[in-house]
Nanobody
Framework: QVQLDESGGGLVQAGGSLRLSCAASGRTFGGYAMGWFRQAPGRDREFVADINWSGGSTNYADSVKGRFTISRDNAKNTVYLQMNNLKPEDTAVYYC??????????????WGQGTQVTVSS
């Protein structure tokens, strides 16, 4: 069983920054790609960013490209999402997920409970 625990969410003004963390249990973290998703009220969950097992390959949604950065520390079993220049439309519950494989694009089989990010205008 894999457990993912997100933290770092909160309330921030537009233009501000937050850093989300996702700590994973178990020794298999380093072998899997990881992703961040978000869900705003009344909307479907959407992809934000993902990263392969080594951190050498990343992908971003167009809406966050240039503002968000995904990274990972396999020694700490943790994946991060640095969010800069936040906008009110970034308000959502943010989820991390573990991929089924080491590369991105393999689908996700474990999800965290989410952390709320609220950006005020």
């Amino acid at each position: 069983q894999v457990q993912l625990d997100e933290s770092g969410g909160g309330l921030v003004q537009a233009g501000g920054s937050l850093r989300l963390s996702c700590a994973a249990s178990g020794r298999t973290f380093g072998g899997y790609a990881m992703g961040w998703f978000r869900q705003a009220p009344g909307r479907d969950r959407e992809f934000v960013a993902d990263i392969n097992w080594s951190g050498g390959s990343t992908n971003y949604a167009d809406s966050v490209k240039g503002r968000f950065t995904i990274s990972r520390d396999n020694a700490k079993n943790t994946v991060y999402l640095q969010m800069n220049n936040l906008k009110p439309e970034d308000t959502a519950v943010y989820y991390c997920a573990r991929a089924r494989g080491s590369r991105t694009g393999t689908g996700y089989d474990y999800w965290g409970q989410g952390t709320q990010v609220t950006v005020s205008s």
